[in-house]
C-alpha cells in the first residue's frame, strides 16, 4: 500500500553525506546511531491496529446509502471526526503540509540526518526555529505519549527512544500509511484533532477541498496550535514565502482572520433526523456510526414539506407536525421527521413517538373488524342521527364534525366520509372488549385499561396513539392484515409476521378508504386526498382540534402526517383535509405510485347492488363471499318500537349554577318522532313545548302513546 519503505541503506548514506558535509563527531556518532539502531527499531503498532482502534468523539447517523443525517458527540477528551483516508485530502494542501513539515519525507527512512543537524547548530547558535522532527517520528509521538515532547523539551535518552520508534514504524508500514496516520492524529487548534475536522472546523469544508492557502495556515498551526493570530500569520507569510510565494502576506492575514471568526468549535453538520438520533444515539459510546434505513433525500424533501405547511398553517395556531414515511412490504422507515425544522427550535418532543388523541383515524380498523365478524358490509346501512348512549360515566352523546346528520347511509359513505354516529353504532355491534383486543393486535400499547374504561369513545380516537402505531397500523391494512414492527436500522432482521386481520376485510376497507366518490358527502370531489394513482387515506381530528392527522397507503408507501400543538393548545378551525392532508398528498406525489387497483383476494366478490329505497346509487360493491346483496333493504320499525333517546335510565344530570334557573331546561327526546305521543313525569302530563325545567332529585319518566299507552319508561336523576 502506498510508497515502500527506504531500504537500510538510507541511514548509512546518509551519516556518510553529513559527514562529508562537516558534522564532524556528531554527524559520525547519529549515522552510528542510526546504522546500528535500524536492526532494533522499536516495535510499533500496525497501521490496521491504528485505523482500527479510531474512535471518533461524535457518533453518527447515516442514511441507507452512507450520508450523514446527524451527529452526536459522544466522547469530550478531544474533537475527532471519522478517519479520513489520504486519497481524500487536497493534493493541494498536502504538498504545503508535507514541504512545511517534513520535506525530504518520502526519501529518509524515519530519521532526517541533515534535519537533526540543522537543528543541533540553531540551538548552539540561538537561531533555530524547529526541531528535527521527521513527520515518521511525530507519529511515533502520537501514537505513544511516552515518546512525545515536554514543554522543555526532550533529553538525549527520549530523543533516542522516538529514533528508534520511527525506525520501528518505517520497517512494517508504508509511506503512504504514516503520512496519514499523522495527518489524522495530530492536533491542528483547541481540540481539533486530524484533518478532517480542522478542515470542518476552521474553514467550513471538507478535506479533499482544502486549497494551498488552507495547507499553509494548517502548517503554520501544526508548530503551536494554541498560538494567538498574530504569532499565526507571522509563521504563516513566512511559510507562503518558501512554498506559495504567489499568496502575499495580506492575503495570509485575511485568510487568517476568516478562520480566528469561526472559532474553535466544529459547527455541527446540518442535523437532518434530530429526534431520531436521539433515540438511535442517545447510549452511544462512539463504537460506531448508525446507518438506518432512511433515504436522506427524502428525508430532507419531508422536513421542508412540512416546513412549508407550519408556514402556511401559522395563522390558524399551529406550531408543530411529524410525519413517517414505511415502505409496506418489509417496514423500512424511509422517512422520520419528529417536527418540522420550523417548529424544532420551539421543542424537543419527538412527534412520531409523542402519544395524542387519535381522533377518526381508528375508524378502519373498526369497521374492518366488523367485516371480519360478518356483522357488517361495505354496504349495510347505519342511521347518521342523533344518538345518545348512557355509560357508567353518564350519557355519551356523538356528534359529526359539521354538527349535521345524513340519515341512512352505507357503511362505505359512512367510513369515507368519517360520520361519527354510524361509527359508534358500529362499535355497538362487534362489542367493545373485541375492538380494545383488535387495537392492541394492532400495535397501540398505550391502551392498557380494561375495556369499560374507554367506552363507546374509543370508535371515536378518545384514545391515545404514536404517530408510529398508527402509520403501521394502516401498513397492516396495506399488506392485507399482516402486521410486523417496522425496522429503522439496516442490521435489524425483518420483524415476525402475524396475522391481524383477514385478507378480505383489509381489502375491503381498502378499497372504501380508496373510493373518492364514497367521501363526497363530507370532502367533495375535489381535495387533497386525490391523488392520480391508487391511493387508501384517512384524515382524523381530535376533539378541541388539538390533533390534526392524515394517515393513507399506495401499493407500495404508508405515509402518515400529523399537525398540531405539543402543548395540547388547539388550532384555529384545522380539519384533516385542510391541515395534514395537504402535506400526505406531496410526499405520496413525491413517492409516485405503480401499477392499478390491488388485485383481489381469493373469499371476496363483486355484486351489483341497489338499494331498495335509493338511500345512494346502485353500484357494484365488494363483499366477503357469503355476505353479498343485490338489494339493500332497512327493516321496517315495527308500530310500538318508539323508544326514550334521552333522558336513558341510569342517566345523572347536573344543574349549572352559571345558568339562570328561570332559563334552564332540560329537552326530552325520543325515537323515532311520533307525533301525538306525551310524556308523564313522575306521574304528571307535561306540556314539552317549552321544556322542562330540571327540579333536583330522582324521577320517572313515561312515554305514552296517542291513547295514553305507556310505550317505554326510564329513571334518571338531578343533581
Known sequence: MGTPAPDPWVPFLSGIRLFLI??????????????????WGRAMPSFAEVRASWRPSDQLLLDRTGTVLHETRVSFRGRRLSWTP???????????????????FRHHGGVDWRALMAAFRGRLTGSGRRGGSTITMQLAGLLDHNLAGRAGGRSLGEKWRQMRAAWGLEQTWSKDEILE?????????????????????????????????????????????????????????RLAARVAPSRPCDAVREDVDRMSRRGRWISPLRSEAPHLARALLKNGD????????????????????????????????????????LANKRGTVLAYVGNAPRGEADSQVDGVQALRQAGSTLKPFLYGLAIEQRRLTAASLLEDAPLDIVTGRGLYVPRNYDDRFMGWVSVRTAL?????VPAVKALLLTGLDAVVTRLRRLGFSGILERAEFYGPAIALGSVEVRLWQLVNAYRTLA??????????????????????????????????LADPSARVATFGLDNSLKLPFWSAVKTGTSKGMRDNWCVGFSREWTVGVWVGNFDGEPMHDVSGVSGAAPAWRAVMSYLGGSGGDPEAPPGVERTRTRFAREEEGTRQEWYVSGTAMTTVERVRQRQGGVRISYPGTGVIMAL????????ERVLFRMDPFQAGYRWRLDGVILDHGMGWAPVRGRHFLELLDDQGAVMDHARFEVR
Not at 549515522?31 to 536492526?39: H, K, N, S, Y
Not at 422536513?303 to 395563522?315: M, P
Not at 429503522?488 to 378499497?511: N, P
Not at 349549572?656 to 332559563?663: F, G, H, L, V
Open 416 to 420: 369515507a366520509s368519517s360520520l361519527n
Open 181 to 237: 496516520a499523522y495527518l489524522n492524529r495530530v492536533t491542528f487548534r483547541g481540540e481539533m484533532e486530524g484533518i478532517g475536522t480542522a478542515a470542518r472546523g476552521l474553514f467550513d469544508k471538507g478535506a479533499d477541498a482544502l486549497t494551498r492557502s488552507d495547507g499553509v495556515i494548517l502548517a503554520s498551526l501544526l508548530r503551536s496550535p494554541n498560538a494567538r493570530d498574530a504569532e499565526i500569520v507571522a509563521r504563516a507569510c
Open 656 to 663: 349549572d349554577p352559571d345558568i339562570p334557573s328561570a332559563r
Open 286 to 325: 462512539g463504537e460506531g456510526d448508525v446507518v438506518t434505513t432512511l433515504d436522506g433525500d427524502l428525508q430532507r424533501f419531508v422536513r421542508g414539506v412540512l416546513d412549508a405547511e407550519l408556514a402556511r398553517l401559522a395563522g390558524e395556531n399551529v406550531r408543530q407536525a411529524a410525519a413517517l414515511v
Open 479 to 512: 399488506n392485507g392484515g399482516m402486521f410486523s414492527q417496522p425496522r429503522v436500522r439496516v442490521d435489524q432482521g425483518d420483524g415476525e409476521e402475524t396475522r391481524v386481520f383477514s385478507r378480505e376485510s383489509a381489502f375491503i376497507i381498502a378499497d372504501i
Open 22 to 39: 562537516g558534522g564532524g563527531v556528531i554527524a559520525a556518532m547519529l549515522f552510528l546511531a542510526g546504522w546500528t539502531a535500524w536492526g
Open 86 to 104: 489520504l486519497r481524500e485530502v487536497s493534493p493541494l494542501a498536502l504538498e504545503i503540509l508535507v514541504a512545511a513539515e517534513d520535506r525530504r
